[in-house]
């Protein structure tokens, strides 16, 4: 796929975010309560350390309830334990660089192994660095520092959690809402690019509509708790995206065979679903409604393409039992294994922070801890952005930032009441802001941080403090891009191992399913957990690289081909028993994982090596999966999509 192609998926995404008013006011009143109350009782100094406890709240706001609680709460233990390190080896130069980059490793593998949305590690290391370049203290004062900043961090969690008293099942509905709003825009894509010849492309749209639905699959997973039955609400949300698959996977048959376009009526449909289920409501009709004709959904009663369309997908697809969880312990095991990205990610973070360090204690520096934040900050947030991207914003919006600050105090200095209505204000409207919004972000969290460390300065005066401020997060970004140069992006090695394990993981699902005639709950969930890791690969490549290579590009037709496997071991029906088709489709995809090993898809090693592979199995009775095991194989080979309106290329003798 072209990058021209890639950009245009990124318009096909939904309307750009809103700026979220309930998350602006939930954490106006967070961050207003913990520095305003700890002020008045302790004083504004301590009220500061009260207020980095409530930067918790920039963490999680899109992850389920059942998931969101635990991983929030280890995350506010972790901004307890680094400040605490951070304070006590303060004054010792090599502990504070041990520790910091200890601290910059680690907390970027928590967040990367847990999917934790946020951004990044950039406030933990934030946390800590604050703490490790103050002026050493006693353990006594070390501990009440601490517990202002455990007050804040747990009033943020309470906030975080709220919302659970009111819509407990609000952030997979909206995942889900928006699953089927993106699959309506496929739909109206579709019929539009058949309705005139020659076909047009639909495919960025196509990818957009999977990403949403990857999206949705992700959080009903990320709902699910371990050991208790899942709610019936739940359950009613997996078995909406059962039927969800079967009507995208008969949309994308239609994109890829041509024939006839769907109805005119699916689009509406799906967006009445998508309106329902942001409701809390469940859709009245488990089908789209019936006009005109469509192609045939995969070939689930055993049918042949050839046959007569119906209307829409045969019928409602049964959703199968939930497969079992994967556990905290495997996900922290892949997190190190050769197919995940994150070692790299956290070796660049940490090597990043752990020069800054270093540098903010040599040099004379009014604020050192500002260099190894900003040398996190060039490699954290800023979601589908590149370093060179990131840095770029953060720079715009730190020196917007610093330039309002210094024409402020230089008409007004304000005193500690203005200090706590001004920064709770701000940071409240910085949180309501889109992710995507990092330049804006930047700018208002610039005043804040400049506010809070005036405050508990001996001398208050903001001109020269955020001229340094300046200085200082420049040279940590410009030390941030040197790591990124240093430690060259996600290795290809990890990469194709991420490609082969998901390659094999799917032979497996699909050899059990021919082997047994049914579903098989513990080999599905592996496959589907193993092409999860390789979304997370395709999408953290292209934002850890300095000039751009492609190589998600590469990949993204290999994931879609893997994805159409598993969706069509998914949504078939319950047949006989074929174990010696079991037998040779299983040999044919170990085959096309280990060739997967060699090199990425469309080059010349991976070429070589698929041409030593047996031919596509023609699994009898099945004309559908050797049509998707074509099309995995030349996605391998060639790293392209199969034209629209075309069958997957033949082989030859």
Not at 520 to 546: C, K
């Amino acid at each position: 796929m072209s990058r021209a192609v890639t950009r245009k998926a990124h318009r096909w995404r939904t309307v750009p975010p809103a700026f979220d008013r309930w998350r602006a006011v939930r954490s106006t009143l967070t961050f207003g309560l913990c520095l305003g109350a700890v002020t008045a009782v302790a004083g504004l100094h301590y009220g500061v350390f009260a207020a980095i406890g409530c930067y918790v709240d920039a963490y999680g706001t899109r992850d389920p309830y059942p998931r969101r609680g635990p991983v929030l709460g280890l995350l506010c233990a972790g901004f307890v334990v680094t400040f605490t390190a951070g304070s006590l080896v303060a004054g010792d130069v090599w502990a504070m660089t041990a520790v910091l980059a200890v601290v910059a490793g680690g907390a970027t593998l928590f967040v990367h192994t847990l999917h934790l949305s946020g951004p990044g590690s950039y406030f933990v290391v934030l946390v800590s660095a604050l703490a490790a370049f103050l002026p050493p203290v006693g353990l006594a004062e070390t501990v009440t520092r601490a517990c202002c900043v455990a007050i804040g961090a747990s009033v943020s969690w309470l906030s975080a959690m709220s919302g659970r008293l009111v819509r407990p099942y609000a952030p997979e509905e909206r995942a889900v809402s928006a699953a089927f709003r993106s699959v309506a825009a496929f739909a109206d894509t579709a019929r539009r690019a058949a309705a005139v010849p020659p076909r047009g492309d639909s495919s960025a749209a196509r990818r957009s509509a999977c990403t949403a639905v990857h999206a949705a699959w992700a959080a009903l997973e990320d709902a699910r708790g371990r050991g208790t039955a899942p709610a019936p609400r739940r359950l009613a949300l997996f078995d909406l995206m059962v039927r969800l698959e079967a009507v995208f996977d008969t949309l994308q048959n239609a994109a890829e065979r041509g024939g006839d376009p769907v109805p005119a009526t699916w689009a509406p449909w799906l967006r009445a679903s998508a309106a329902a289920v942001r409701a809390g409501a469940t859709p009245g009709s488990p089908l789209p409604p019936s006009g005109g004709s469509a192609p045939a959904p995969p070939n689930r009663a055993g049918g042949t393409p050839g046959a007569p369309p119906p209307s829409r997908p045969a019928r409602a697809p049964r959703a199968p039992r939930l497969p079992p969880r994967r556990s905290l312990g495997a996900e922290m095991r892949h997190a190190v294994s050769s197919a995940s990205p994150a070692p790299t990610v956290a070796l660049r973070v940490a090597l990043a922070v752990a020069v800054g360090t270093a540098l903010g204690w040599a040099l004379p520096l009014l604020h050192p801890a500002w260099v190894a934040v900003g040398a996190a900050a060039s490699l954290q947030g800023g979601p589908g952005r590149q370093p060179s991207q990131r840095v770029g914003s953060r720079f715009v919006g730190t020196v917007a930032g610093v330039a309002i600050t210094v024409l402020v105090a230089q008409v007004h200095q304000p005193g500690t009441g203005a200090t706590v209505a001004v920064a709770t204000v701000v940071h409240g409207v910085s949180r309501g802001l889109p992710p995507s919004a990092l330049l804006l972000r930047t700018l208002l969290n610039t005043p804040v941080a400049l506010l809070l460390v005036d405050a508990v300065l001996p001398k208050p005066d903001l001109a020269p403090l955020a001229a340094y401020r300046l200085l200082d997060l420049t040279l940590g970004m410009c030390l941030g891009m040197a790591a990124a140069l240093l430690v060259r992006g996600v290795p290809l090695r990890r990469v194709r191992a991420a490609v082969s394990v998901a390659v094999a993981a799917t032979g497996s699902a699909v050899g059990e399913r021919l082997r047994t005639g049914t579903f098989h709950a513990a080999s599905e969930a592996t496959a589907w957990q193993r092409t999860s890791d390789l979304w997370t690969m395709h999408a953290s490549v292209p934002v850890e690289e300095i000039r751009a290579t492609r190589t998600a590009d590469r990949l993204w037709p290999s994931l879609l081909a893997i994805r159409r496997l598993l969706c069509w071991n998914l949504l078939r029906d319950a047949s006989a028993p074929a174990p010696d088709e079991s037998a040779r489709v299983g040999d044919f995809l170990r085959a096309l994982s280990g060739a997967a090993r060699t090199d990425l898809p469309g080059s010349p090693g991976i070429g070589s090596a698929l041409s030593r592979v047996p031919r596509t199995p023609r699994p009898a009775y099945e004309p559908e999966l050797h049509r998707r095991l074509t099309a995995l194989r030349s996605a391998l080979e060639d790293a392209a999509l199969p034209p629209p309106a075309t069958e997957p290329p033949r082989e030859t003798n």
